[in-house]
């Protein structure tokens, strides 16, 4: 009888487990990318290269951004398809300039006539190294603020319209801040005050937008070698300066950054959400 107890028992509990799992899955109402249309900004190199690479592997239908790189946005596109995801396009724009950002959505719109589901403000923004009282006709603060701060904001603005046209159900908005949002050193402060604000942007974004069903969330990464600070960081003095700084003694790498943000694309739950990346 005890041993029949203790089948009886064990098969309880695995229905049990089943069910609570079903119901989680139904409870994290999990946001699937397979045929999601996203525009990557930044995306020739990089986090925002990461992200657009991390999208297309699930399946999301992926347009690539860039300034200058139109290389670095060609590789991104090819590894998307090598690697048997979809890239919809690639577009140039200069995010200093507003005419741009509506160019860009006029290129957008010949690509998805009835709008997109998906935008990640990575902009490749511009770190402004320069002391304060140097800048004296503020020209790197507007610079910096106009690619990191304005340019996310219009480039949300423009797409919010464009969400309710292809799925009025559901629409995601990542910002790339920074840790300089919320500690940071000399000589950038511009960089340090765009990407603080771009975080209280976010929140008070995610909070009006909510009523569309538009989650807006962002993320902080910490020290992230790229492509422009890779030769820096294979100085093993200057990499052990900043890695004794932090707690895991370690940098970041793009694809943790990219894989740490999936969570906050897929799961519907969350927003209004900055999420910080440090080891």
């Known amino acids: 009888i005890a041993y029949s107890s203790s089948i009886f028992f064990r098969m309880f509990l695995s229905i049990v487990l089943i069910l609570l799992s079903s119901f989680h899955n139904q409870m994290v109402s999990t946001f699937s990318l397979a045929g999601k ?6 995306s020739s190199g990089g986090i925002g290269k990461s992200l657009a690479l991390e999208l297309g592997r699930e399946g999301s239908h992926v347009v690539v951004h860039y300034h200058v790189r139109k290389e670095g946005a060609e590789q991104t596109a090819q ?67 106009n690619v990191n701060l304005h340019a996310p904001l219009l480039l949300s603005q423009l797409a919010k319209p464009r969400f309710r046209r292809h799925n009025n159900n559901h629409a995601v908005i990542i910002h790339v801040t920074s840790i300089h949002g919320e500690k940071s050193n000399e000589f950038v402060a511009a960089y340090a005050a765009s990407k603080a604000a771009l975080e209280i942007l976010t929140r008070t974004m995610a909070i009006e937008w909510a009523s569309h069903n538009i989650r807006i969330n962002a993320i902080a990464p910490g020290v992230v070698p790229v492509e422009r600070t890779a030769a820096a960081f294979s100085n093993q003095d200057v990499a052990q300066a900043w890695t004794n700084h932090i707690p895991l003694q370690r940098l970041g790498t793009i694809e943790a950054v990219a894989a740490a943000t999936l969570p906050l694309i897929t799961n519907e739950w969350t927003a209004p959400y900055c999420k910080s990346m440090e080891a």
């Open 79 to 145: 590894q998307i398809l090598s690697a048997g995801g979809t890239c919809a396009g690639i577009v140039q724009a200069d995010f200093r300039k507003t005419d741009d950002i509506h160019r860009l959505y006029k290129t957008i719109d010949e690509i998805w006539l009835d709008g997109f589901d998906i935008l990640i403000n990575k902009n490749a923004g511009i770190v402004a190294k320069i002391a304060i009282e140097d800048d004296i006709d503020l020209s790197q603060w507007h610079d910096c603020l």
């Open 37 to 42: 249309r996203a525009l990557v900004t930044g």
